[in-house]
């Protein structure tokens, strides 16, 4: 199956600060992407859908100012989590896929931690 | 509402056969997806299907019955690795993903 690589695989982070985290497609264009976020032993929730070259469509509830979401190029997307607080560590996974009518690939996720 | 529905966690045996069943209402239907997801780690595809009946891949195979609105994956010769949550997802009419809670499965030696 297609790549989807996700960087960093973790990070800890102080309350307060933002961190970026990369989200890229290696062997194929990604038209769509979708970031998610898991808490422990509960199922994905979705945050945002983002489509290349234009502004990402945000699910209820999730604050599209704090979750800074960029899809720059059919390639990469990054979100970034902006002033950290301990109750945004979460597990954070993206997804790629390169048409509506194909089945969507994970990056490997990222475990942030907000002390 | 839209809601998938399938069961929190099931336990077999090493080498025995289960099947985890997936119900769903949503609107509209373009498909429905089965993902693994190792506790830690990111869900990785599993199936896709779109029209009705079995699709076979190795030792597993999933079904599809859109007029009753279900699904289930099926696993053979169970191994200790197949440990996992298994996750349904339908593709709305939106070609929105809607993600099931998981089942999580105890492979016993």
């Known amino acids: 199956g297609a790549v989807v690589s996700q960087h960093p695989s973790w990070v800890i982070c102080k309350s307060g600060t933002s961190v970026k985290i990369e989200c890229r497609s290696l062997?194929?264009?990604?038209?769509?992407m979708f970031w998610y976020r898991q808490f422990p032993k509960q199922s994905l929730m979705l945050m945002a859908t983002?489509?290349?070259?234009?502004?990402?469509?945000?699910e209820q509830g999730v604050e599209k100012d704090k979750f800074l979401i960029n899809h720059a190029s059919l390639t990469l997307s990054t979100l970034t989590v902006t002033s950290a607080h301990p109750e945004d560590s979460s597990f954070y996974i993206c997804?790629?896929?390169?048409?509506?009518?194909?089945?969507?690939?994970f990056g490997q996720g990222t475990r942030l931690t907000v002390v | 509402g839209q809601n998938i529905d399938q069961p929190t966690e099931m336990t077999a045996t090493e080498g025995a056969i289960v099947q985890i069943n997936c119900t769903y209402q949503?609107?509209?239907?373009?498909?429905l997806f089965w993902y693994q997801q190792h506790a830690g780690e990111a869900p990785t595809f599993l199936s896709y299907?779109?029209l009705d009946g079995l699709e076979e891949k190795g030792r597993f195979s999933s079904f599809l019955s859109r007029s009753k609105g279900y699904s289930y994956l099926l696993l053979k010769e169970l191994q200790m690795k197949d440990s996992a949550s298994y996750l349904c997802?339908?593709?709305?009419?939106?070609?929105?993903?809607?993600w099931g809670a998981g089942t999580k499965l105890i492979i016993k030696p």
């Open positions: 997804s790629a896929r390169f048409d509506t009518h194909t089945e969507a690939f």
């Open positions: 062997d194929f264009q990604a038209t769509t």
């Open positions: 983002s489509n290349e070259g234009s502004k990402a469509t945000y």
């Open positions: 949503t609107s509209g239907f373009n498909g």
């Open positions: 299907n779109v």
């Open positions: 997802a339908v593709m709305d009419s939106n070609y929105q993903l809607i």
